[in-house]
T-cell receptor, first 114, second 111 residues
Framework: DAGVIQSPRHEVTEMGQEVTLRCKPI?????LFWYRQTMMRGLELLIY????????DSGMPEDRFSAKMPNASFSTLKIQPSEPRDSAVYFC????????????FGPGTRLTVT | AQSVTQLDSQVPVFEEAPVELRCNYS??????LFWYVQYPNQGLQLLLK??????LVKGINGFEAEFNKSQTSFHLRKPSVHISDTAEYFC?????????FGKGTTLSVSS
């Protein structure tokens, strides 16, 4: 299995621009999670989906952030407009939604907003 | 609500020395506990997990963890570390259908 795939791996953009991060979960996994990691705040859960439905988006920082999962094999996290404080590494993870619910992480997208 | 506390933010050790990374959890219900490792510029990788049964759990790369219900702890241990074990280690507890992660412990192994 290819594991969780994220793109792009690196993104540099200017303040005010729209940014879209993409994730392909492991085939057969029905839960998907978006995290943000910074030095100051550590690993934060932003939102997660179960069977393509958003279950908990309480971690989404503000309305500039939105996430979608149109089908079982694809999800996006969008920031519009982006701000320098959004600079972080964004991880996507997936889970089978059974048993212990352990999560499998992608390699992350390093976002830099200048 | 379930949560985890990693007591040490940084742990420096010499190669071939033993190491213990500490994790305490709070939960009023049955727990599922995890340790993840993050190597530089990579995503998190599952090291081991505790669901039930034996309190000593063995994971990858020679790591093991012991579940201690009375002390609400799930410490990670390795008897002899290598330079390649230098990474950040996260303890996590399952809450509902999500995982709650600790702040992480940076393990630095030097020769």
């Amino acid at each position: 299995d290819a594991g969780v795939i994220q793109s792009p791996r690196h993104e540099v953009t200017e303040m005010g621009q729209e940014v879209t991060l993409r994730c392909k979960p492991i085939s057969g996994h029905n839960s998907l999670f978006w995290y943000r990691q910074t030095m100051m705040r550590g690993l934060e859960l932003l939102i997660y989906f179960n069977n393509n439905v958003p279950i908990d988006d309480s971690g989404m920082p503000e309305d500039r952030f939105s996430a979608k999962m149109p089908n079982a094999s694809f999800s996006t996290l969008k920031i519009q407009p982006s701000e320098p404080r959004d600079s972080a590494v964004y991880f996507c993870a997936s889970s089978t939604g059974q048993g212990a619910w352990e999560q499998y992480f992608g390699p992350g997208t390093r976002l830099t907003v200048t | 609500a379930q949560s985890v506390t990693q007591l040490d933010s940084q742990v420096p050790v010499f190669e071939e020395a033993p190491v213990e990374l500490r994790c305490n959890y709070s939960s009023s219900v049955s727990v599922y506990l995890f340790w993840y490792v993050q190597y530089p510029n990579q995503g998190l990788q599952l090291l081991l997990k505790y669901l039930s049964g034996s309190t000593l759990v063995k994971g990858i790369n020679g790591f093991e963890a012991e579940f201690n219900k009375s002390q609400t702890s799930f410490h990670l241990r390795k008897p002899s570390v290598h330079i390649s074990d230098t990474a950040e280690y996260f303890c996590a507890v399952r809450r509902g259908t999500a995982l709650i992660f600790g702040k992480g412990t940076t393990l630095s192994v030097s020769s």
